[in-house]
């Protein structure tokens, strides 16, 4: 059975950091590019990054560019995002996403940026 598991969401001020996990299970973790996307209140969900099955190259929304490093431990079967510089319109539920034909997704982990 194919799991994904977020964590490490919760609040922080703006300007402030987060990491992310999201630990996998189920599936062959190194054999798949992997990532992440949130939704937004009121919003569609929305990409935000990718990284390759070697973790050798990463892609970026624009708006994280910067500020969010996507990577990963494929010893460990776990997928990270790593995000500073943290602003208002990140508040979001992150959601990790294994691509393919059987796509999967994660439950989400809520991060809120707020004073």
């Known amino acids: 059975q194919v799991q994904l598991v977020e964590s490490g969401g919760g609040l922080v001020q703006p300007g402030g950091s987060l990491k992310l996990s999201c630990v996998t299970s189920?599936?062959?973790?190194?054999?798949?590019?992997m990532s992440w996307y949130r939704q937004r209140p009121g919003k569609e969900r929305e990409y935000v990054a990718t990284?390759?099955?070697?973790?050798?190259?990463?892609y970026y929304a624009n708006f994280v560019k910067g500020r969010f490093t996507i990577s990963r431990d494929n010893a460990q079967s776990t997928l990270y995002l790593t995000m500073n510089n943290l602003k208002p319109m990140d508040t979001a539920v992150y959601f990790c996403h294994r691509p393919g034909t059987e796509p999967a997704w994660g439950q989400g982990t809520q991060v809120t940026v707020s004073l």
């Open positions: 990284i390759t099955v070697s973790g050798n190259s990463q």
């Open positions: 189920g599936f062959v973790f190194r054999d798949y590019g």
